[in-house]
């Protein structure tokens, strides 16, 4: 599941989203009680949390499209420039949507985050993504090019990832044209954005045709198997859980998958499976402590470590998967600007935006 990120979710639009009757995220008391560890501030707000559930998918995109919404109107391009690309699919594929952010008054190549949006590979659209990726350019100075993939079910891998690859190839091999330095490409995304951001670059280190000098993970699906234990404890937590990220599977991976011991799983689609993961560039990782994905990003980053990539993880207590909705709390505030410095470090760059 993907999190509106940056933007404070409102009592009104949270209620709006989730519609009379449906079911919330849960009553503060009633989640405390359950996960004691539950950081006061989102607590307080949990309850305006819609819940996204994945065996309804429509009713999960309509609810997350009427979340977002009044974000995006609201948001402002100040300092911004915001452009709308077109790039060729892979093969016979259809062509890749890309919004690409730069600040207005970029001078000379710009280093570039390639952003992948999160929804559990089912739900979801770039322009989610616009809060962040605008925040990312003011504060950083860079470029953002955030790929509109196709989704699952109806696209299943390797189509998603088929889209953010052709989209990492098309920022690089036109570089000069878009004004960005192809030594400083990052690739990051949030969710199944992660996971879908670990295949690319594992296909990127196979290839070697795209050097990616850095790596942002935000609370990364990376695991169809569901083996961990925070998976296999967190089956009602807040926005994601076990449920939701079984059926996440199956949409992602399509009819012929068969389950966790399918040996046919590529690593692309879910990097945990990778056995080799030398050569991978400088990654952050980042959990949340009541999300069912979080032991799988830490076994991610203790994998990398091993495979001698140099690795900064961080998982953040009292959170939830999507807390960062909750974007006045100062956990919320921590990850946000943690995760902003790690990018300024791994993309080289100095202490100001330019």
């Not at 879908?196 to 699906?221: H, K, M, N, S, W």
């Not at 590529?266 to 560039?281: E, K, Q």
């Not at 994998?303 to 900064?312: I, N, Q, T």
């Not at 921590?334 to 300024?344: D, K, M, Q, S, V």
Request: overall charge negative; glycine content about 10%.
């Amino acid at each position: 599941m993907t999190a509106p990120t940056l933007v404070g979710i409102s009592c009104r639009n949270a209620q709006r989203a989730a519609g009379d009757g449906d079911h919330i995220g849960g009553d503060a008391g009633v989640m405390t009680t359950k996960f004691p560890q539950l950081d006061p501030e989102l607590a307080a707000a949990v309850s305006m949390i819609p819940d996204m559930d994945f065996s309804d998918l429509a009713s999960a995109r309509r609810t997350l499209e009427t979340l977002v919404a009044p974000q995006l109107a609201e948001l402002s391009l100040k300092g911004v420039r915001r452009q709308q690309l077109s790039v060729p699919g892979i093969g016979g594929d259809p062509d890749v949507d890309i919004r690409l952010f730069t600040p207005e008054t970029a001078e000379g190549p710009l280093p570039v985050l390639l952003w992948i949006h999160g929804g559990g590979f089912a739900t979801g659209m770039a322009s989610d993504s616009d809060p962040y990726c605008v925040e990312a350019v003011r504060q950083l100075g860079i470029a953002v090019a955030s790929v509109d993939y196709r989704l699952s079910p109806e696209t299943p891998f390797p189509g998603p990832l088929d889209d953010c690859y052709a989209a990492l190839t098309h920022v690089h091999n036109h570089a000069a044209e878009l004004g960005v330095d192809p030594s400083r490409i990052a690739i990051g995304g949030q969710s199944a954005g992660g996971g879908l951001a670990a295949g690319t670059v594992l296909r990127a280190r196979d290839e070697g045709v795209v050097p990616v000098a850095f790596q942002l993970l935000d609370i990364p699906e990376l695991d169809d198997r569901l083996t961990s234990a925070s998976m296999t404890a967190f089956v009602d937590t807040p926005v994601w859980h076990r449920g939701n990220a079984i059926l996440s599977w199956k949409y992602y991976l399509g009819e012929t998958y068969t389950g966790p011991d399918d040996q046919n799983v590529s690593i692309y689609a879910a990097p945990s499976r990778a056995t080799d993961l030398s050569g991978v560039p400088p990654t952050y990782i980042c959990t949340m402590e009541l999300d069912p994905l979080r032991d799988e990003g830490i076994d991610y980053a203790l994998k990398l470590l091993r495979a001698g990539v140099s690795v900064e993880l961080h998982s953040f207590p009292g959170t939830f998967h999507g807390s960062a909705m909750v974007a006045t709390a100062e956990v919320s505030k921590r990850a946000t600007a943690e995760a902003f410095g790690a990018l300024r470090r791994g993309l080289r760059l100095g202490s100001q935006a330019s």
